[in-house]
């Protein structure tokens, strides 16, 4: 397929444990984004990369998240020590540039639940 | 502070009916996005918008933005159970590529 996929599409965990969320973009896309969906709500952004590097972080929500992107590709969205707030669907979402009119085209999302 | 204000927040309807969703801010946007989504999906993008007062149109659906670049509106004529589905703004504020979403409109098109 050539859109954007995530893994895993639905993550349930403890209060406390460490998650991992994984996003695959359209290949040769430079930058990717991270969301965050509230039930039924408008997206919060979280993070954004260009190429390997994030010239924007801030959107994450505090030092318990943090986001790595390896070979220009894959990213990497961590979570430590999940709260219950941490409780969303997470989207990722790829694009060529960054310029008004470039086209973000987004991942099915992982929706997190934490008990 | 909400940066985008979309009302309403839900909307029920018969089909057939008309509808407008209205997408307001005090900011000025280089651009503004408007996108579906629905259950269990990412958003999609229908159609962005770059002109103070273009308008748009993608078959019944009609796209305005505001003449100050500071609003938006999306109508829908003859609306069927197919439009079903959350509508969302989105505008950019910096050259990131980073998007400031309004809080959604949820449409329900009955039959």
């Known amino acids: 397929g050539a859109g954007v996929s995530q893994s895993p599409s639905n993550k349930v965990t403890e209060k406390g444990k460490d998650v991992e969320l994984r996003c695959d973009p359209i290949?040769?896309?430079?930058?990717l984004y991270w969301y965050r969906q509230s039930l039924g709500q408008g997206l919060e952004f979280l993070i954004y990369?260009?190429?390997?590097?994030?010239?924007?972080k801030s959107g994450l929500p505090s030092d318990r998240f943090s986001a790595e992107r390896t070979g220009g590709s894959v990213s990497t969205l961590t979570i430590q020590r999940t709260q219950q707030e941490d409780s969303a669907v997470y989207l990722c979402?790829?694009?060529?540039?960054?310029?008004?009119?470039?086209?973000?085209?987004f991942g099915p999302g992982t929706r997190l639940t934490v008990l | 502070t909400q940066l985008l204000e979309q009302s309403p927040q839900f909307l029920s309807i018969q089909e057939g009916e008309n509808l407008t969703v209205y997408c307001n801010s005090s900011?000025?946007?280089?651009?503004l996005q408007w996108y579906r989504q629905e259950p269990g999906e990412g958003p999609v993008l229908l159609v962005t918008?770059?002109?103070?007062?273009e308008v748009k149109k993608l078959k019944r659906l009609t796209f305005q933005f505001g003449d100050a670049r500071k609003d938006s509106s999306l109508h829908i004529t003859a609306a069927q159970p197919g439009d079903t589905g959350l509508y969302l703004c989105?505008?950019?504020?910096?050259?990131?590529?980073?998007?400031?979403f309004g809080q959604g409109t949820t449409l329900q098109v009955k039959p």
């Open positions: 979402a790829s694009s060529s540039g960054t310029s008004g009119t470039d086209t973000q085209y």
């Open positions: 900011s000025v946007f280089s651009s």
């Open positions: 989105a505008a950019r504020k910096s050259n990131t590529g980073k998007l400031i």
């Open positions: 990369f260009q190429g390997n590097s994030a010239p924007d």
């Open positions: 290949s040769g896309h430079t930058a």
């Open positions: 918008v770059v002109t103070g007062g």
